[in-house]
């Protein structure tokens, strides 16, 4: 999240150095890198709303004392996250049916092989596909979504739902399954239009 006003940010800081603690150690304790602990004191960026928690917990104090007046422009940006979420989901449900509907089409047709413009249809399609669900992928990741279940409760406005990813791998494993499905279409894809003739 970008942060509007330095407020949290001073407010971390100054529990931080209350409690004699390095940002290293204050990182290691929400789970997050020295460098976000930075930027969340200079401003930079907002936590989000379970780093909150986090932080209030370490520093034995209530995320209302910690954010303040602030709170409302954190809600807010989650709020916008969750706004944009929502259309990625329709942009992902419009991109697949214009996918089949583009096969169904093209399967009717009869085209030279190979069908070069065919093959950049599908690429710019897959490339909308990846673009979506990438975006998507950050959504979760900035918000610590890695089920299902935590996302639908997100979209349904908990926002306290996230639960710290364990790995990278689990962490990008949106991003990471659906660019290796992307990869094998493009391929079948590819290999039949030019098998197909």
Request: aromatic content about 6%; charged content about 20%; hydrophobic content about 45%.
């Amino acid at each position: 999240m970008t942060a509007g006003n330095t407020g949290i940010g001073a407010g971390i800081r100054e529990q931080r150095e209350r409690l004699g603690m390095s940002q290293e150690a204050l990182a290691r304790a929400c789970m997050v890198s020295r460098q976000t602990i930075s930027n969340w004191e200079t401003g930079k960026t907002l936590p989000d709303i379970q780093s909150l928690i986090y932080l209030a917990e370490t520093f034995g104090i209530s995320v209302d004392g910690l954010v303040g007046g602030a709170g409302h422009e954190i809600v807010r940006s989650v709020s916008a996250d969750r706004r944009e979420l929502v259309l990625l989901n329709y942009a992902l449900i419009f991109l697949l049916l214009i996918s089949g509907a583009f096969r169904m089409v093209m399967d009717e047709v009869e085209r030279p092989v190979p069908d070069v413009p065919a093959v950049i249809s599908y690429l710019i399609i897959l490339a909308g596909l990846v673009a979506v669900v990438v975006r998507m992928g950050i959504i979760y990741r900035k918000h610590q979504l890695s089920t299902n279940q935590q996302i639908a409760d997100y979209l349904m406005g908990d926002i306290e739902c996230g639960a710290k990813p364990r790995s990278v791998i689990q962490s990008h494993r949106t991003e990471l399954t659906v660019l290796f499905v992307a990869i094998a279409c493009l391929m079948v894809g590819v290999l039949f239009e030019l098998v197909s003739g």
